[in-house]
């Protein structure tokens, strides 16, 4: 994924893609939440794999914030693994990266991006709508398998589905 880095334009902050040396302090901060039961954790195996999905916030050389875009299928992606410090919550970084990410699917003309979250009041705020996971292709479940929750799956699936251009 060819994310492009970005200037915050509130502080000395920017997004820019995640680098080899960043996958430590991105477990750390999923492992952190996933102890909070507010995320699912991942492996650094799986970091590793999927770094090219993921975006960082950083300010001053330290990471205050994740976030990763992963193509699922023709013209679907998921959002995934959001996390933003604490000190730092409320604060935007959420919403640049949320917005990075949605500027990265529609440069790669991925019109439809879902999410599986316990935060589905901040994704509605970026016009994603309530979906059941029904209707969400099956290889999407594939994550799921190795999940301590699966089948009882109690994330909230919302979608949101851009009208093509043409």
């Known amino acids: 994924m060819l994310h492009t880095e970005q200037q ?3 502080r000395r902050g920017r997004i820019r893609p995640a680098r080899m040396s960043d996958v430590r302090a991105i477990h750390t901060m999923l492992s952190y939440f996933a102890g909070k039961n507010v995320m699912l954790p991942r492996s650094i195996s799986s970091l590793y794999d999927h770094l090219r999905d993921f975006v960082v916030y950083e300010e001053d050389d330290k990471i205050l914030g994740i976030c990763a ?3 699922c299928w023709d013209d679907l992606a998921e959002i995934r693994s959001l996390a933003v ?15 990075s990410c949605l500027d990265e699917a529609k440069s790669l003309e991925i019109n439809q991006v879902f999410v599986l ?5 901040f994704f509605r705020k970026f016009g994603f709508k309530d979906t059941d996971k029904q209707n969400l292709p099956h290889k999407i479940w594939s994550d799921c398998l190795h999940c301590a929750k699966f089948p009882d799956c109690d994330e ?6 851009e009208a093509s251009a043409g």
């Open 8 to 10: 915050s334009p509130h």
């Open 69 to 71: 875009l992963h193509i």
């Open 85 to 99: 410090d604490e000190s730092r919550q409320k604060a935007g970084i959420g919403r640049q990266l949320v917005e």
């Open 117 to 121: 979250t316990y935060q589905a009041a």
């Open 156 to 161: 909230d699936a919302l979608i949101r589905i």
